[in-house]
Antibody, heavy 121, light 107 residues
Framework: EVQLLESGGGLVQPGGSLRLSCAAS????????MTWVRQAPGEGLDWVSI????????DYGDSVKGRFTISRDNSKNILYLQMNSLRVEDTAVYYC??????????????WGQGALVTVSS | DIQMTQSPSTLSASVGDRVSITCRAS??????LAWYQQKPGKAPKLLIY???NLESGVPSRFSGSGSGTEFTLTISSLQPDDFATYYC?????????FGQGTKLEIK
C-alpha cells in the first residue's frame, strides 16, 4: 500500500525557517517524481514545487521561488521541503504527493495527509 | 502561467441528479488535465487524468471529457458520498495550476 506521511509542521514567526519531511513507503520511491502542494485555510490548491526521481531537476511556483528548496534522500525514501524567509501568506496545509503519468505532464495519484504550517508572530 | 477557471463555484444538487462541472484553461493544454475530489480535512483524491481516463478504483459514474481549453467533469447519478469540492489541474506545463474549486452541496 502506498503511504506518504508528512511531518515537521508547526508554528513559526515571520522570517523564520522550517523543514517539512515526507516519508514514503509501498512503492519504488527512487523511480517517481514527487511534488509539494499547499492549501491555505479555506482556500484552493496551490502547487509549490516538484523534483524528479534522482533529484537532478527541481522547479518551483513563483510565490516560493528563491525561498523554498525541495530535495530528496532516495536511500531513506524521504522527500523534504526547506522553507526559509517564511511569510504570513505561507500559512497552509502542505501536502506531498507522488507524480504519475508522463514526463513533464504529471498528475498526482497519491497524497499524504498534510502538515499544517502556521506563520504568525 | 496557465490560468484555470472552474464553473460554477458552488453547485446544489440532489442524490440521483446528473451534474457537470466545467474547467477552462487560458491557453490550449491538449488533454493534459486532471480532476480531484476533496472532502473537508482530507487530502485531494485523483478521479480523472488525461482529461478522460478514470483512475483505478473510482466509480464509473464519474467521467471526464474535453480537450484544448474546455473540459467537463460529469457525475451521472449523484451519491451521498459525492458531496465534496472538486478541482481541476492542468498538467501541461510548469507551474502546474489548479482551478479555484467547485463545491458540490446537497440541495
Amino acid at each position: 500500500e502506498v503511504q506518504l506521511l508528512e511531518s515537521g509542521g508547526g508554528l513559526v514567526q515571520p522570517g523564520g525557517s522550517l523543514r517539512l519531511s515526507c516519508a514514503a513507503s509501498g512503492f519504488a520511491f527512487n523511480s517517481y517524481v514527487m511534488t509539494w502542494v499547499r492549501q491555505a485555510p479555506g482556500e484552493g490548491l496551490d502547487w509549490v514545487s516538484i523534483i524528479n526521481a534522482d533529484g537532478s531537476y527541481t522547479d518551483y511556483g513563483d510565490s516560493v521561488k528563491g525561498r523554498f528548496t525541495i530535495s530528496r534522500d532516495n536511500s531513506k525514501n524521504i522527500l523534504y521541503l526547506q522553507m526559509n524567509s517564511l511569510r504570513v501568506e505561507d500559512t497552509a496545509v502542505y501536502y506531498c504527493a507522488r507524480g504519475d503519468g508522463e514526463v513533464s505532464k504529471r498528475h498526482f495519484g497519491f497524497w499524504g495527509q498534510g502538515a499544517l504550517v502556521t506563520v504568525s508572530s | 502561467d496557465i490560468q484555470m477557471t472552474q464553473s460554477p463555484s458552488t453547485l446544489s444538487a440532489s442524490v440521483g441528479d446528473r451534474v457537470s462541472i466545467t474547467c477552462r484553461a487560458s491557453q490550449s493544454i491538449s488533454n493534459w488535465l486532471a480532476w480531484y475530489q476533496q472532502k473537508p480535512g482530507k487530502a485531494p483524491k485523483l478521479l480523472i487524468y488525461k482529461a478522460s481516463n478514470l483512475e483505478s478504483g473510482v466509480p464509473s459514474r464519474f467521467s471526464g471529457s474535453g480537450s484544448g481549453t474546455e473540459f467537463t467533469l460529469t457525475i451521472s447519478s449523484l451519491q451521498p458520498d459525492d458531496f465534496a469540492t472538486y478541482y481541476c489541474q492542468q498538467c501541461n506545463s510548469h507551474p502546474y495550476t489548479f482551478g479555484q474549486g467547485t463545491k458540490l452541496e446537497i440541495k
